[in-house]
């Protein structure tokens, strides 16, 4: 079971919106060696933990609950970043693929999914 508690670990700022730096954010939380991939990996080592003392498991379903609260961080620092952001700025960003499909109402995932998929085929 767990608890959310609305505060942050940290507190999150941001002094001007910057789009493009909020694509680099969205790859620190699900990139290759992203924080959900890093977190999932402790879940699954906790669950799969089969010793009979707990203490490793517990530590292992801890420091994937800590994972969980970066996660959070970085996704308010993406939204803080996208959020009010000059018109400049925004056209800026929008000429990156996934911000630019982002910021356009699309889903980024497609974005990305469709990068992937062009840059195996060639």
């Known amino acids: ?24 954010l969205q ?15 402790y879940f699954f080592q906790a669950w799969g933990n089969r010793a009979p003392d707990t203490k490793y498991r517990d530590m292992l379903l801890h420091t994937a609950t800590e994972e969980i609260g970066h996660i959070e961080m970085l996704a308010t620092a993406v939204a803080l970043n996208l959020d009010k952001a000059p018109t400049k700025l925004q056209e800026a960003g929008a000429t ?27």
């Not at 079971?1 to 680099?24: N, W």
């Not at 939380?29 to 992203?34: D, K, L, P, S």
């Open 1 to 24: 079971m767990y608890y959310h508690d609305s505060r942050l670990q940290y507190p999150v700022t941001v002094d001007s919106p910057d789009p493009a730096f909020a694509t680099l």
């Open 27 to 41: 790859q620190a939380i699900g990139g290759v060696e992203g924080e959900i991939r890093v977190c999932m990996q």
């Open 96 to 122: 990156d693929s996934i911000v630019g499909t982002v910021m356009g109402g699309g889903n980024g995932r497609h974005a990305i999914e469709g990068m992937i998929h062009k840059n195996l085929l060639s």
